[in-house]
């Protein structure tokens, strides 16, 4: 089993915006309550897992070729006499 260190963020107060210590269970500042998270390490480690035993994904087919360039114009032929 792996263990991994959570990722800490600053915990912004919902009244007044101030940043707070991701342990902070009050704002420093204005005093509300600040919201704490549990997070569920279990379920977070079945996520990597189920993504590490993920078929791979197919590859995508060749790319078509790109259509060639149109010939140069060729010029109009001299008109032949009429025939008698």
């Known amino acids: ?3 991994r260190p959570t990722e800490m963020q600053m915990k912004k107060c919902p009244k007044c915006g101030a940043n707070n210590k991701p342990i902070a269970t009050e704002c420093a500042q204005c005093g509300e309550p600040l ?3 549990k997070v569920d390490f279990d379920a ?3 996520k990597l ?3 590490a035993t ?3 994904m197919p590859s995508m087919p060749p790319m ?3 259509p060639a360039a149109p010939s140069a114009p060729v010029p109009p032929s001299v008109p032949k006499p009429p025939s008698a």
Do not use: H, L
């Open 1 to 3: 089993m792996c263990f």
């Open 35 to 37: 919201e704490q998270m």
């Open 44 to 46: 977070d480690q079945a």
């Open 49 to 51: 897992d189920a993504f």
């Open 54 to 56: 993920m078929p791979p």
């Open 64 to 66: 078509p070729s790109a």
